[in-house]
């Protein structure tokens, strides 16, 4: 698994980091929720998601008072769940104090 973490405050995504994710082929799923915490925004991304993603790139826009506890649950879902040891994961953060919910864009790619 190349895992690929920005997780440093406000993040920027390059090109060639989307080229990453999107040179996968097959079937792409693209989704974007609000969420009052990981929980419900893993359950709404993932609920009823069955199948392996070769590229995964998710987006968190969340404020600063964040869980680590809780984002390391969510990705560690993400891993077992969604992912194998040939995908590849770009994870981004976006701060905004301002918000009181999670924010999660979500694009898979090469899905089986």
């Keep these: 698994m ?11 995504l390059t090109l060639e980091d989307v080229n990453l994710i999107l040179k996968h082929e097959g079937f792409a799923f693209i989704k974007s929720i609000k969420a009052e915490d ?12 069955h199948h392996i993603a070769r590229g995964v790139l998710l987006h968190f826009e969340v404020s600063d008072d964040i869980s680590l506890f809780e ?3 969510f990705l560690g879902k993400v891993y077992k769940n969604i ?6 994961i770009l994870v981004v953060t976006t701060t905004d104090n301002s918000m009181s919910y999670i924010k999660v864009d979500c694009i898979l790619t090469g899905i089986q």
């Design 2 to 12: 190349d895992l690929i973490s920005i997780l440093q405050k406000d993040s920027n």
């Design 38 to 49: 990981f929980e419900e925004a893993y359950e709404k991304l993932f609920g009823n998601f």
């Design 71 to 73: 984002f390391d649950s």
């Design 83 to 88: 992912t194998d040891d040939e995908s590849d």
